[in-house]
C-alpha cells in the first residue's frame, strides 16, 4: 500500500522524472522511476518528464501548426466552431468564449464569475480521438484552409497517447503498488483531448491593471495532463507547503510538465494530489518596459480521461477498513466530465 505520510514540501523547481531506463516497465529501473514518480504525484501533484520517447521535432511541428491555425482570420477559424454545449469540447472558440471556474456549478455564480474581473484572454482549439466517432466528432476546418493540419494534429495526438499507454499509467499504478496495466482497462478508448492554446500580445498594463487575464487558479478534472509550453512562460503553480503561493513552472528544454487531474485525486481517496495553477502575463525580463506589450504565447495540453461509461471507486491500495476510510462515492466518469466542462464554457 502507498505510504500515507506528506510530508512537508517546500519546492523551489517542480521535480524531474527521467523515463529513460524505463524500458517495458518490468526492471528495476522502471521500480525506482515509478517510486519517485509516486512521490512527485502525492506531494507536489506536477512534475518534468525528460526522456519521454515524444520526438522534439514532434513537438515543435505542433507548435508550428498551432500558430499557423491561430495566424488565420477570424472568419477561417469560425469555420470549425465549438458547439455551443460545453460537453463537446471541440474545434475552436474564440477569445472570451472560455471562461475557467474552480469547482463552481451554480449557473447565476459562474455566469458573475464570466463577468468579473481579469477575463480569461485566450482562444483555443480542441480535438480528441479522431479514430471514434462514436459519441462525439472532431470539428476541422475543411482541408484547403490549412492542408496537413489535420493529419499532423492526428499524429501528434497518438504520439501523446502512445507515452500514455507504453509509459505513463504503467509508472502511476505500479508508483500505486497496482499492477503495472491497473489503468489500461479504464482508459481503452483514448477519450483524450488535445487542445492547442494562444493568448495573443497585449498591452502589459492591461494585465497589471486586471482587464486582462491568462487562466486563474484552476485544477484540471481529468485523470493527468501532459503540458508542452513554449519559450516565454508564465505557469505557475501553487506550492505545496504554502497555500496560496504560486512558485514559477518555467518552460525547461526537452520537458514535459505533467500534473494529477482531480479524478485521478478522488480515485486515489486523495492520496495523489491535484494542485492548483495558473497562467499569468510573463514577468519582465531584462531590458523589457513596464509600459511595452506582453509577448504572445502558445501551449499544448493533453489531457487524458477515463472511459466514459466507467464507474470508478476508491484504488484498492487506497484505503482500509481501519485508517483510511472511503472518502467519496463512486462515480461516472462520463458524468463527471460533462459537469465540469459546462461549468467552463
Known amino acids: 500500500m502507498p505510504g500515507t505520510l506528506k510530508q512537508e514540501v517546500d519546492i523551489s523547481s517542480l521535480p524531474t522524472i527521467d523515463f529513460a531506463n524505463f524500458g517495458d516497465g518490468t526492471g528495476p529501473e522502471a521500480r525506482a522511476i515509478s517510486e519517485k514518480f509516486f512521490t512527485a504525484c502525492r506531494d507536489v501533484g506536477f512534475a518534468y518528464l525528460i526522456n519521454t520517447g515524444i520526438p522534439k521535432e514532434q513537438v515543435d511541428g505542433m507548435f508550428d501548426w498551432s500558430a499557423k491555425f491561430f495566424a488565420l482570420p477570424h472568419d477561417v477559424k469560425m469555420l470549425a466552431p465549438h458547439p455551443p454545449e460545453g460537453s463537446k469540447h471541440r474545434g475552436y472558440s474564440g477569445i472570451g468564449k472560455e471562461q475557467v471556474s474552480q469547482m463552481v456549478f451554480d449557473p447565476e455564480a459562474i455566469a458573475s464569475i464570466r463577468k468579473g474581473p481579469s477575463p480569461d484572454f ?193 484504488l484498492p491500495t487506497c484505503w482500509n477498513e481501519t485508517d483510511r476510510p472511503r472518502k467519496y462515492e463512486p462515480i461516472n466518469a462520463g458524468q463527471y466530465i460533462d459537469m465540469r466542462l459546462n461549468a467552463t464554457y
Open 122 to 314: 485566450k482562444e483555443s482549439f480542441d480535438m480528441g480521438n479522431d479514430a471514434d466517432t462514436s459519441r462525439l466528432s472532431n470539428v476541422w476546418l475543411p482541408e484547403d484552409k490549412l492542408p496537413g493540419f489535420k493529419e499532423y494534429a492526428v499524429g501528434f495526438f497518438e504520439c501523446c497517447r502512445q507515452f500514455q499507454v507504453e509509459k505513463l499509467m504503467p509508472a502511476l499504478a505500479m508508483g500505486l503498488s497496482l499492477p503495472s496495466d491497473f489503468f489500461s482497462a479504464f482508459h481503452e478508448t483514448a477519450d483524450n483531448q488535445l487542445r492547442l492554446l494562444h493568448y495573443p500580445e497585449a498591452e502589459r498594463q492591461e494585465f497589471v491593471k486586471g482587464e486582462k487575464g491568462r487562466i486563474g487558479a484552476h485544477t484540471d478534472f481529468g485523470t493527468c495532463t501532459l503540458l508542452f509550453q513554449d519559450s516565454v512562460g508564465g505557469l505557475e503553480v501553487e506550492s505545496p507547503s504554502k497555500p496560496g503561493v504560486f512558485l514559477p513552472g518555467p518552460p525547461v528544454e526537452g520537458a514535459i510538465v505533467f500534473n494529477i487531474g482531480d479524478f485521478l485525486m478522488r480515485w486515489s481517496n486523495d492520496t495523489l494530489k491535484s494542485t492548483l495553477h495558473r497562467v499569468r502575463a510573463p514577468p519582465l525580463k531584462d531590458g523589457e518596459a513596464e509600459n511595452g506589450k506582453t509577448k504572445e504565447r502558445f501551449s499544448i495540453p493533453y489531457f487524458m480521461t477515463a472511459d466514459r461509461e466507467k464507474t470508478i471507486d476508491c
